[in-house]
C-alpha cells in the first residue's frame, strides 16, 4: 500500500493521510480555506510522525463544489506534488460522495448553493450519468423516475432528499485506493466545474 494523502475541499475541508498502513483523519465542515488546510494537514503529519516526503502520491476531490474551496485545495496539491515531484490523483466529488452508500446502483447528489444541486448516476463502477447542474425540484423528479437506486447526499442536502448523508475516512480510503492507480502529473490535475461562477451566469443560466 502507497503512502498517501487525499483531501476534499468541495464542502468544508477534510484530509486523509496513510502512511505505514495506519490512517490519520481530520476534518472541518465549517471552513474550506487555506487556514485551515495547510494546519490540518500539518497536524495530521505530526501526529504520524511523518513529513511530506514521505508520501508517494498526492489525491483531491476535484468537484464540482465549492469554487474557493475547489481552487485552494488543489493548488496546494498541486505545490506538493510540483516541489516534491510526486504524482497525484483526482476523484469527482459526486463519485466520492456515492461511497457512502453500500449499494451498487446510487445517484449521488450535492448541493450548489441557491436551490440548485449536482447530480450524477452510477451503476457499480460505471457513470450513467456524469455529472450534471439541476435545480432540487428536477433533482426530486430525477430521483423518483430512477427509484431502483439510492441516493447519497452531502450534509447540505441531508434534509431534502432521503439517502445516505455525507463523507468520512472511509469514503476518502475507497475513493483513494480506487483511483490512486490512475496517475497524474500536477499539470494534468483540474478542477471539475459544472456550474458558472457567479459573476458568470447569464439569464436562465442555474
Given at each position: 500500500m502507497k503512502n498517501y494523502l487525499m483531501i476534499d475541499t468541495a464542502e468544508g475541508t477534510r484530509a486523509l493521510l496513510m502512511l505505514g498502513g495506519e490512517k490519520y483523519y481530520d476534518e472541518n465542515l465549517s471552513n474550506a480555506g487555506s487556514e485551515?488546510?495547510?494546519?490540518?494537514?500539518?497536524?495530521l503529519l505530526k501526529k504520524a510522525g511523518a513529513n511530506l516526503g514521505d508520501i508517494d502520491i498526492f489525491g483531491a476531490c476535484v468537484g464540482p463544489g465549492s469554487f474557493t474551496g475547489l481552487r485552494i485545495g488543489l493548488t496546494t496539491i498541486k505545490t506538493f506534488c510540483y516541489t516534491l515531484n510526486k504524482p497525484c490523483f483526482g476523484v469527482n466529488n459526486l463519485r466520492l460522495n456515492s461511497y457512502n452508500n453500500n449499494s451498487g446502483k446510487v445517484i449521488s447528489v450535492a448541493d450548489a448553493g441557491n436551490k440548485v444541486c449536482y447530480i450524477a448516476r452510477f451503476d457499480g463502477d460505471a457513470t450513467l450519468d456524469p455529472a450534471m447542474c439541476m435545480t432540487l425540484d428536477d433533482a426530486l423528479v430525477f430521483v423518483k423516475?430512477?427509484?431502483?437506486?439510492?441516493?447519497?447526499?452531502?450534509?447540505?442536502?441531508?434534509g431534502i432528499f432521503s439517502g445516505t448523508v455525507g463523507v468520512t475516512a472511509r469514503e476518502l480510503a475507497i475513493a483513494a485506493e480506487k483511483f490512486m492507480g490512475k496517475e497524474l502529473s500536477y499539470k494534468e490535475l483540474q478542477p471539475l466545474y459544472i456550474r458558472k461562477a457567479q459573476p458568470e451566469r447569464g439569464e436562465g443560466d442555474l
Open positions: 485551515t488546510l495547510m494546519p490540518m494537514i500539518d497536524g423516475k430512477h427509484s431502483d437506486f439510492s441516493v447519497s447526499t452531502d450534509n447540505k442536502l441531508a
